[in-house]
């Protein structure tokens, strides 16, 4: 079948009345969590998963609802950037430097014009992208065996450690606790039990819905009590949310640049959205700064990252899609949620479950026109959810990770575990720990052990078989350089300063 | 210091975890390396990880004062309570109460807060159960 009928069959999933509103439900709740600080997609998708497994949504309605909250999310975290210089997420960071100073001028309309443009672009693009390279990449994944999968996870695993935080130390630390966590329960290679401590909870193992809502919403609670100040004040006005056609030139190859290399980045397993809207400004600044006006307003230092990380977040969907492995905290709670409704990502996707991922590619056209319909005219009133107090706001959020933790097993069990991952999280924030590879890892952990045997009962126990193909020897070297990379480049970089003053390549 | 607490703590945790893993009882072999091999390659590294911070910790990260503290063991003890209350009490009995509670901690006025968490726990009782149909405990103390 052609991509294009495989397409039509998507939209015929995609426009069902049922999931069009999980479409737009998504969008909308993923625009809300992208405008409120604090709370990122990571939490949204994190807290509404077990309320679809409750639902017993069918796989493609529930991965539509989910995906929604990912990208929209891109949408909705620059607004804050822009209005008040704090960033919604983690991936709009960046979007501070030049958003805040163009809405100090009165530019403000103009900038969350070009981010919602920006992204609608960027977001299109890369749902094409998704369409033509994920079935290349799958055809070529096909020939991957355990030993292969396992490697792709060690790289996986080595460039979001070397990515997520500052010290690689604990990044890695990071990630050895979610594997950890991972061996608990029964062993489904020899039913053994493992770190169950005689607890029957423990033998199904750790939720990952539970440790990720503990490490995330909940630590971000007590991470709030210690903010003294009551409300936040909205203090810049919206104004008219519009842009001139000659602006809009003068932004698109910023764009442009910044779709596709966020799209690259993101189908990088273990780079997001985050590096992807870091980078683009890098990229930017160096390429468009003749005049220094970046830093000062300057409206492509918008247009260039917010693109960025909408491409990423659509990159970031082929691995998982293709490969089953994740490149971020969030893709790996989607892939979570895709294994708990028996659905195994990899390459025979596409032939398997046609309708989870045409369905799927379809509604993110839909999305994103709606995105840019939300975004546009309606960003005012986004900007309002701001208002509303927090301490009615985060009462509200803690509720609702009540309910989804409550619901992953009816069992008030979790609601302690989820507490007790929420200390964990704290202090892991406190001590400078990444929390994205714990969920990488909890949710990986299982496939990587699986991978791992299944490959020494081929070898008969022999460990050099790790190492026998080519794509192996190639992924296993990708894994250490990216490991080390970002270490020797600053070495590198500072050497350079010193040496010369003037731009180098990066 | 704080890095090299961490450190020594994970130090631990890690030799008792591969001191379990070692000590596995395996009935019979379904493959060449069994259920010990994982974990024991995880605890490796994890031990050379946690030696590197008790070489090379960061600095301080600043830890909030006393009272945050005792703010947080609060919150915290509402959520062990929400826990066990949940069941017995009921979803909208104990919601209400930990909304009420937790806006309080955040500079709520309490009857705000009890307000709010009457109005939000009846909303979200009727949202879940009723329209999307997701089962929440009526609470003991009301036949549930």
């Known amino acids: 079948m052609s991509s294009f009928q495989s397409l039509m069959q998507g939209f015929a999933v995609a426009l069902t009345p049922l999931n069009l509103l999980l479409a737009f439900s998504g969008c909308m709740v993923g625009t809300m969590v992208g405008v409120l600080p604090g709370i990122g997609p990571i939490t949204g998708v994190a807290i509404l998963v077990p309320l679809t497994f409750a639902m017993k949504l069918p796989p493609e309605s529930a991965l539509i609802l989910l995906a929604g909250i990912y990208y929209g999310a891109m949408y909705g975290g620059s607004t804050t950037s822009i209005l008040l210089n704090v960033p919604g997420e983690t991936a709009s960071v960046v979007t501070t430097l030049d958003g805040y100073q163009m809405a100090k001028q009165g530019r403000a309309g103009p900038a969350l014009a070009i981010a919602a443009i920006g992204s609608f672009i960027a977001g299109t693009?890369?749902?094409?992208?998704?369409?033509?390279?994920?079935?290349?990449?799958?055809?070529?994944?096909?020939?991957?065996?355990?030993?292969?999968?396992?490697?792709?996870?060690?790289?996986?695993?080595?460039?979001?450690?070397?990515?997520?935080?500052?010290?690689?130390?604990?990044?890695?630390?990071?990630?050895?606790?979610?594997?950890?966590?991972?061996?608990?329960?029964?062993?489904?290679?020899?039913?053994?039990?493992?770190?169950?401590?005689?607890?029957?909870?423990?033998?199904?193992?750790?939720?990952?819905?539970?440790?990720?809502?503990?490490?995330?919403?909940?630590?971000?609670?007590?991470?709030?009590?210690?903010?003294?100040?009551?409300?936040?004040?909205?203090?810049?006005?919206?104004?008219?949310?519009?842009?001139?056609?000659?602006?809009?030139?003068?932004?698109?190859?910023?764009?442009?640049?910044?779709?596709?290399?966020?799209?690259?980045?993101?189908?990088?397993?273990?780079?997001?959205?985050?590096?992807?809207?870091?980078?683009?400004?890098?990229?930017?600044?160096?390429?468009?700064?003749?005049?220094?006006?970046?830093?000062?307003?300057?409206?492509?230092?918008?247009?260039?990252?917010?693109?960025?990380?909408?491409?990423?977040?659509?990159?970031?969907?082929?691995?998982?899609?293709?490969?089953?492995?994740?490149?971020?905290?969030?893709?790996?709670?989607?892939?979570?949620?895709?294994?708990?409704?028996?659905?195994?990502?990899?390459?025979?996707?596409?032939?398997?479950?046609?309708?989870?991922?045409?369905?799927?590619?379809?509604?993110?056209?839909?999305?994103?026109?709606?995105?840019?319909?939300?975004?546009?005219?309606?960003?005012?009133?986004?900007?309002?959810?701001?208002?509303?107090?927090?301490?009615?706001l985060i009462p509200l959020v803690t509720a609702l990770s009540f309910i989804g933790v409550y619901s992953v097993n009816n069992s008030p069990f979790d609601i302690l575990l989820m507490s007790g991952f929420g200390v964990v999280g704290y202090l892991m924030r406190k001590m400078d720990y990444p929390l994205a590879p714990v969920i990488l890892g909890l949710v990986l952990g299982e496939l990587m052990e699986k991978n791992l045997r299944r490959a020494m009962s081929i070898s008969g126990g022999d460990w050099s078989y790790l190492f026998s193909s080519t794509i192996c020897i190639t992924l296993w070297i990708l894994a250490v350089i990216s490991l080390f990379a970002p270490v020797i480049f600053t070495k590198l970089g500072e050497l350079k300063k010193q040496a010369v003053a003037g731009d180098e390549e990066i | 210091m704080t890095d090299r607490i961490t450190g020594g703590l994970l130090l631990i945790v890690t030799l008792g975890y591969g001191y379990q893993a070692y000590n596995l009882k395996v009935g019979f072999m379904s493959d060449p390396i069994g259920p010990k091999a994982f974990p024991l390659i995880i605890a490796g590294l994890l031990t050379f990880f946690s030696l590197y911070l008790l070489v090379k910790p960061d600095e301080e990260p600043d830890w909030p004062i006393w009272k945050v503290w005792r703010n947080k063991s609060f919150v915290l003890l509402s959520f062990v309570f929400y826990a066990y209350a949940l069941v017995s009490l009921g979803f909208l009995l104990a919601t209400t109460i930990e909304i009420t509670f937790l806006a309080f901690m955040f500079q709520g006025k309490l009857w705000k807060g009890l307000v709010t968490g009457v109005v939000s726990s009846l909303l979200l009782y009727t949202m879940f159960v009723h329209l999307l149909g997701i089962p929440l405990p009526l609470g003991k103390i009301f036949g549930g």
């Open chain 1, 125 to 392: 693009m890369s749902v094409v992208g998704l369409m033509f390279f994920g079935p290349i990449l799958a055809k070529m994944a096909i020939r991957f065996g355990p030993a292969e999968y396992l490697a792709l996870m060690v790289f996986a695993f080595s460039m979001i450690s070397s990515l997520a935080g500052r010290n690689l130390a604990k990044a890695l630390i990071a990630t050895m606790i979610g594997l950890m966590c991972a061996t608990v329960g029964l062993d489904p290679g020899s039913a053994v039990p493992r770190y169950t401590f005689g607890q029957m909870k423990l033998y199904d193992g750790m939720d990952f819905l539970v440790v990720a809502i503990g490490l995330f919403a909940i630590s971000e609670v007590l991470v709030l009590l210690e903010e003294t100040h009551t409300g936040q004040s909205v203090s810049a006005t919206v104004g008219k949310v519009f842009i001139s056609i000659k602006e809009f030139f003068f932004a698109l190859g910023s764009i442009i640049r910044g779709s596709l290399l966020g799209f690259f980045i993101g189908v990088l397993p273990g780079a997001g959205a985050s590096t992807a809207s870091f980078i683009s400004y890098t990229m930017e600044k160096r390429i468009s700064n003749k005049d220094d006006t970046f830093g000062k307003g300057d409206i492509r230092g918008v247009a260039g990252p917010e693109s960025a990380n909408n491409a990423a977040a659509g990159g970031a969907l082929i691995p998982l899609i293709t490969l089953g492995v994740p490149g971020s905290g969030t893709t790996a709670i989607l892939l979570g949620a895709l294994l708990g409704m028996n659905i195994v990502p990899g390459p025979l996707m596409f032939q398997n479950h046609p309708n989870v991922v045409w369905g799927l590619v379809a509604s993110m056209y839909i999305g994103n026109v709606m995105l840019l319909i939300l975004n546009l005219p309606l960003v005012g009133l986004f900007v309002k959810i701001l208002l509303v107090p927090r301490w009615i």
